[in-house]
């Protein structure tokens, strides 16, 4: 009886790799890949990374176009929004669908307001988006150029200009009084013409939206130097007649006037404090005092050059004035 053949464990486990590799290719060519059974005639799942208004977002999407996939996550978008790529572009696994949302915003410059919409992300960029406004490097915005926009803000542009001015401005002249005891006492004259001088002032000149709101001066230049101008009093007095007596005052006209019994109205005295040797000349306007030594009654002001108001009288002598 001839001998059983044994198999090594080896040549156990090559025939049982080859049973099953059979197996595989006997189902594979007759029955099919059940996994691909299980996708045929479904489109293939797309791995898609949405950006919306700043927010990101991983979708799985079956979708042939941006369009379809817009409608697929329901999102909508305004006639202003913007969409990359656009609506009829193919996508793909690993697409970048990027939507941008336009914000409606309020630009107030130069007294007038505009409703805009604006794709941008801050202030200064939704400005300079209007070609209509040119924003200077020292124009100012409120709020400040680099705030985010928001839905419904409200901005105002103020043009700043800061320019320096020169301006000729004149120096006032001084009036210089002397005497002159050749001229007579009632003559008064210009003897050298005053002449206003001038410097230039240079200024630092800011305007917002063309309005001056400050001016501060840089330096002055005086580039001509103004000239006194001198007027001649004279003093010569020439007396006549003399009296000797007592003065008193009142309030009368509040001018260089005085009462006097006898001299002829409107005529001039010469009237002497004789303590003091103060002197005024006052013109003859009214009558009186009468008694108690008095010769003169001088209007207040006149009473004050020469002596005291709270003595009430002066010693006094009264020369008629010639001249």
């Known amino acids: 009886m001839p001998s059983k053949k ?12 080859l049973l099953g590799l059979g197996a595989l290719f006997f189902q594979r060519n007759f029955f099919g890949n059940p996994r691909e059974s299980q996708t045929f005639g479904a489109a293939a799942e797309k791995k898609v990374t949405l950006s919306d208004g700043g927010f990101f977002f991983e979708v799985s999407s079956q979708t042939a176009t941006v369009g379809d996939f817009l409608q697929e996550q329901k999102i909508k978008l305004s006639d202003h929004d913007m969409v990359y790529p656009q609506v009829d572009e193919k996508v793909f696994s690993g697409s970048n669908i990027i939507i941008q949302r336009a914000k409606k915003i309020t630009i107030k410059e130069g007294g007038k307001s505009r409703d805009v919409y604006s794709l941008q992300s801050t202030v200064e960029q939704a400005i300079w988006e209007n070609k209509d406004i040119v924003l200077g490097d020292d124009d100012i915005t409120l709020p400040s150029r680099q705030t985010l926009l928001k839905n419904d803000l409200k ?51 800011v305007l917002y939206d063309g309005k001056e709101i400050s001016r501060k001066v840089l330096e002055k230049n005086v580039t001509q130097d103004p000239v006194d101008e001198i007027v001649t009093q004279g003093t010569f007095v020439k007396t006549g007649k003399s009296y000797s007596g007592v003065s008193s005052w009142y309030a009368y006209t509040g001018t260089m006037a005085a009462a006097n019994p006898w001299l002829p109205m409107g005529s001039y005295v010469k009237v ?30 006149a009473f004050e050059k020469i002596a005291s108001l709270g003595q009430g009288t002066a010693n006094i002598k009264m020369e008629v004035v010639l001249n």
Not at 186 to 194: L, M
Not at 273 to 291: E, H, L, Q
């Open 6 to 17: 044994r198999f090594t464990k080896k040549q156990i486990f090559f025939i049982l790799l």
């Open 155 to 205: 901005i105002a542009v103020t043009h700043v200009l800061i320019k320096e001015e020169v301006k000729d401005e004149p120096i006032a002249f001084k009036t210089v009084t002397n005497e002159d005891d050749k001229l007579g006492w009632r003559i008064k004259k210009t003897t050298q013409k005053g002449v206003a001088g001038n410097r230039q002032v240079k200024y630092k000149v």
């Open 272 to 301: 002497t404090n004789k303590d003091n040797s103060k002197s005024v000349i006052v013109k003859i306007n009214d009558r009186g005092p009468f008694g108690n030594g008095r010769i003169i009654d001088l209007d207040k002001v």
